[in-house]
């Protein structure tokens, strides 16, 4: 097992590096677009040219451009951005990232937690009234578009109830962060958390409902009934875990999404600078450089996450490990 | 003559297991269907019991719907299951998985897909055995290093460990009967468990289950439709048809006695080395009727050779003779000696021209 | 003897009772009968019809043209004729806040937004947007999806290989960021987009249909690629070459009939998709372009007036709530009547 992890890290690396490289191609090398001039934004002037010209090295060889870049970005990390007033791209970068991170991860554990609940009572109470009105408050769920969600919920807690005991408590919109006050980091992410993480309940909650009723028809169900144990553990311990490895590997490519900046919308809703709103910000702007940064980033974190999943997938589904 | 269930031959002891007028139906946007149309059935102590059909007859949703492992919601029961004084029908979840497992024990036809893929081979054992019985964990364990001896699983100590993908289907097998006997049932229910393995495998297992019934005594039903499968160990044998049990009896009752043309039909489609070879091997014209619309008469009729005027009424499963043989057939006993040779064997009349 | 087969056509009681009937018959039977599909389809034929109508309501009903700014305007309420923007609400009366939702359908029923244009003829007509653009990009994206499926998977090898590698990099990128990405190249630097003799307007509806057509591209080629590789692999497609059929005739009439099931099930998911994705990319100002309207945009223009005038952010938003909604019953719908799963389980 141990030897399965090291490879996949090290593969994860190697990816990594195509990825880098592929980035690198696609915004230096694009026919027909001067990358300098891409990179010095809207309206450069011959000055800001020559200088970005020489700071990257776009008159010396290709690997040499690549080297400078990855230099700029990893390494002395000043890789800075021309239409945004030379702000410093990576140092942006990294200072987005908690507050994504804290948005998705939130978000995640509510939904991994809801969903299992949601899809394991409309099994349960499979023949009665409850298992269509779940699948309806599911698909609700799914239904409704998570930036107008966000703007309900903003109408809601910000305005209209806002002075009642209810949602006092919510603080304006934004993001604070956990090393400046725990207390106001944790309020002011709860409505964002519960906004994103209502598509994701509905979606996987009829994923695990439907994949808990198809399993019910497997030989080894029948086999663990005839065994004689209870039927609330044929649920959980044979049905539920088996269909876990379908959650997992779905729930890792959302998650890895979610982190590398689609959680754009709700971000954006709620004025929560993270990843995903600099991102959005950058493609408006047709911001160079902090668009490279950030998808490197998002890069990183998706192939990183897939990683992780593809271990824990080997954990769970002992017949994918290798012998 | 005497109605089916009471068993002739061992009339002193309580029968272990008492199937009474069992009727299983499923609704189906079609229709309903009537997969199971009225079965009796009692087993001793001890006794194997082979019930023989082709697919479709019933004979897997019998024995499910005696343990209740149905699950359908658009099934419907009618009929009594009776074992050690309760009916089996009228329990509720928790009784009834107390028999399941331990009482009585059920292997399928499919190992490649009857244990959990996740799980270690030994940690499922435990799980049954600790389901019935008070044992700590070491204890299972031990246990279940024993079972997996027991079935003839070489290394038990390092297999006990090993997931169900590390085992070759007659392993396979062999695991699902160690966990079946694992609480020593009185009855093991053996649903086509070697239908789906090669016929070497096939002997093995049918060997592995007449040692353990041999050594412990367990009664065991047999479910095949495999007459060859039957002819070894089976006490006695029903055999169904599109629901029904159209003749029961002992091993040599049906081999050599057997009062029902679609018997006949079924022991002359068996290849035999020790007669001469016939010119093609016989075979039972026609389909089986469905079930969603069952003939009011004889089940079998359509496709019965010596169907005669009685046979619009359904006949009733019954010891005509008082031998404990059973038939549902309105053949009369001389008839049913005239013709069964030749229905068996067609290619008799070939020579005899 | 009669051979087996003269047998059962002679005689009824040997025949199964479920003849074999033809599978889209039998299909569309299970689908006519899940009255909650059928109560969904009408909810969205009815939300459709509603939306191709606009210009019927905007003209015949409420009697406006909703596009140009109306600030100065006037309407009638119980009678008393009033501005369309009223002077400050608040306790400051501050600014201008338009006129609230009258509930008079020939009079601004839903209020009107901060241009003092009627909400509810906007409404209709960016469903209209909506809609066109949903739908269009679900079936172009589909068309395209299978086409490429059929060649990958017909013709395999390296076609597949590259075709499906190419797939991989487009799904490879987070759906909404790429299409934000090609959105915003294409509506400032370029304007419009020039595909040889194509040139399509930036203000057009064709520009959100395309893009979101093409980044769900991979989504919908996928299932159809498996699809059309298990197809290929069956006898018939064999005994079919056999009998000297070419590739196009081969591809047309044997596995495309067997494919199509698979699209058909996937279009009202897809098209609740577009649908969301068209909301999302123009609530952030790259999608429907002025001076169309789409739901997305008027929730975007409601957010200035979020606190005031909420009607103008509820009602775009339950209106895609409730198309989507019945598209994605509709959907379990049409796969639940395709591909059944067997409610009987009768063995042995």
Request: aromatic share 6%.
């Given at each position: 097992m141990l030897t399965f992890i090291v490879r996949r890290l090290l593969w994860t690396v190697l990816v990594m590096f195509v990825i880098t490289v592929v980035v690198f191609i696609i915004f230096f090398k694009t026919p027909g677009v001067d990358p300098a001039r891409a990179i010095a934004g809207r309206n450069p002037n011959a000055q800001t040219l020559a200088e970005i010209r020489a700071q990257f090295g776009l008159d010396r060889p290709l690997p040499v451009q690549y080297g400078l870049m990855m230099k700029k970005i990893f390494i002395t990390r000043d890789l800075v951005s021309y239409s945004n007033q030379g702000v410093r791209v990576v140092q942006e970068v990294f200072a987005a990232t908690p507050a994504t991170l804290s948005l998705v991860f939130g978000a995640a554990v509510l939904w991994v937690v809801l969903a299992i609940a949601v899809g394991i009572a409309a099994t349960l109470f499979r023949g009665t009234v409850f298992d269509p009105l779940l699948m309806v408050v599911a698909l609700v769920g799914i239904s409704a578009p998570v930036f107008w969600v966000g703007q309900i919920a903003n109408m809601i807690t910000q305005g209209t109830l806002h002075g009642t005991f209810l949602f006092s408590w919510v603080p304006p919109l934004g993001y604070t962060p956990f090393t400046q006050n725990p207390a106001l980091w944790f309020k002011g992410l709860v409505i964002p958390w519960i906004t994103l993480s209502i598509l994701y309940i509905g979606f996987y909650g009829r994923v695990l409902r439907a994949n808990l009723l198809e399993v019910q028809n497997e030989d080894y169900i029948r086999t663990a009934r005839a065994k004689g144990i209870s039927e609330r553990r044929v649920l959980l311990r044979h049905s539920l875990r088996t269909s876990m490895i379908t959650f997992v590997s779905l729930f890792g490519l959302d998650f890895a999404v979610l982190v590398a900046g689609g959680a754009l919308l709700t971000e954006v809703v709620f004025g929560i600078h993270g990843v995903g709103y600099l991102t959005w910000q950058a493609l408006t702007n047709l911001d160079l450089p902090t668009i490279m940064a950030t998808t490197i980033y998002g890069a990183f974190f998706i192939v990183l996450i897939n990683a992780i999943v593809d271990i824990g997938y080997a954990w769970l589904d002992p017949r994918i490990r290798p012998t | 003559m005497t109605a089916p269930g009471q068993a002739a031959a061992d009339t002193s002891a309580e029968p272990l297991l008492e199937v009474r007028d069992l009727k299983v139906s499923f609704r189906t946007e079609d229709g309903t269907v009537r997969a199971v149309d009225g079965v009796s059935l009692s087993l001793a102590p001890g006794e194997t019991l082979g019930i023989v059909g082709e697919s479709g007859s019933g004979k897997s949703v019998t024995m499910l719907s005696v343990m209740r492992l149905i699950t359908d919601p658009n099934a419907r029961f009618e009929g009594e299951v009776r074992y050690k004084g309760r009916d089996l029908m009228q329990l509720n979840r928790d009784q009834i998985q107390g028999v399941r497992g331990a009482g009585i024990s059920m292997i399928f036809q499919d190992p490649m897909t009857s244990l959990n893929p996740v799980y270690r081979v030994g940690w499922q054992i435990e799980e049954q055995l600790r389901a019935h019985q008070q044992l700590s964990k070491q204890a299972a364990h031990a246990r279940a290093i024993e079972l997996l001896a027991a079935v003839g699983i070489p290394h038990p100590a390092q297999r006990v460990d090993d997931y169900p993908h590390h085992f070759s289907g007659g392993m396979r097998q062999r695991v699902m009967i160690a966990m079946a006997i694992s609480c020593n049932p009185d009855i093991l229910i053996a649903d086509e468990p070697t239908t789906a393995l090669d016929v070497t495998i096939q002997a093995q297992i049918l060997g592995l289950i007449r040692k353990l019934r041999d050594d412990f005594g367990t009664a065991i039903v047999l479910i095949t439709h495999d007459m060859g499968v039957v002819a070894d160990l089976a006490d006695r044998i029903a055999v169904m048809y599109a629901g029904r049990i159209i003749e029961q009896g002992t091993r040599r009752d049906i081999f050599y006695d057997a009062r029902h043309p679609y018997t006949w039909g079924l022991l002359g489609s068996i290849a035999r080395l020790d007669r001469p070879k016939p010119r093609r091997l016989t075979t039972i014209p026609g389909l089986p009727p469905s079930l969603l619309r069952l003939p009011k008469g004889c089940a079998f009729g359509a496709r019965c050779p010596h169907r005669f005027g009685l046979c619009d009424e359904r006949p009733e499963l019954l010891d005509k003779v008082g031998d404990g043989h059973l038939d549902a057939c309105h053949l009369d006993l001389k008839q049913k000696e005239d013709l069964r040779e030749t229905t068996i064997h067609p290619e008799l009349i070939e020579e005899a021209k | 003897m009669a051979t087996l087969l003269e047998q059962v056509e002679a005689d009824?009681?040997?025949?199964?009772?479920?003849?074999?009937?033809n599978p889209w018959a039998l299909a569309a039977r299970r689908l006519w009968r899940n009255r909650i599909a059928m109560a969904s389809l009408l909810l969205f034929l009815v939300i459709a019809v509603m939306c191709l109508a606009a210009p019927l309501y905007a003209h015949n009903v409420a009697h406006v043209n909703p596009f140009p700014p109306n600030l100065n305007g006037h309407t009638v309420v119980n009678g008393k004729v009033v501005p369309v923007m009223r002077q400050g609400g608040g306790v400051l009366h501050l600014g201008e806040t338009p006129i609230g939702p009258t509930w008079d359908p020939s009079h601004y029923f839903l209020g009107a937004d901060s241009l003092g244009r009627d909400m509810a003829a906007l409404l209709l007509y960016g469903g209209r947007s909506s809609l066109l653009v949903g739908i269009g990009a679900a079936v172009l994206c589909s068309l395209a999806a299978t086409v490429i499926a059929l060649i990958a998977g017909f013709f395999g090898g390296v076609t597949d290989s590259l075709l499906s590698r190419l797939m991989d990099v487009i799904w490879a990128f987070p759906v909404y960021l790429l299409a934000i990405c090609i959105s915003t190249e294409l509506l400032t630097h370029s304007n419009g987009f020039q595909f040889g003799p194509l040139h399509v307007q930036a203000s057009s509806l064709w520009l959100p249909t395309i893009i979101i057509a093409f980044i769900y591209v991979p989504y919908v080629y996928r299932p159809m690629r498996g699809q059309v590789l298990s197809v290929v692999n069956k006898e018939f497609v064999e005994a079919s070459t056999a009998q000297g059929a070419g590739n196009l005739r081969l591809i047309f009439s044997e596995i495309l009939p067997n494919v199509v099931s698979t699209a058909i099930v996937l279009l009202p998911l897809m098209i609740a998709t577009t649908i969301l994705t068209e909301a999302a990319l123009s609530f952030l100002g790259v999608g429907v372009q002025p001076p169309n309207v789409s739901w997305g945009t008027i929730i975007q223009d409601g957010t200035d007036l979020i606190?005031?005038?909420?009607w103008v952010t509820i009602a775009p938003g339950l209106m895609i709530l409730l198309t989507v909604l019945s598209l994605n019953v509709l959907g379990d719908g049409v796969r639940d009547a395709l591909d059944?799963?067997?409610?009987l389980r009768v063995e042995g």
């Open positions: - | - | 009824p009681g040997l025949r199964p009772a479920v003849a074999g009937r606190y005031t005038r909420p059944p799963r067997a409610k």
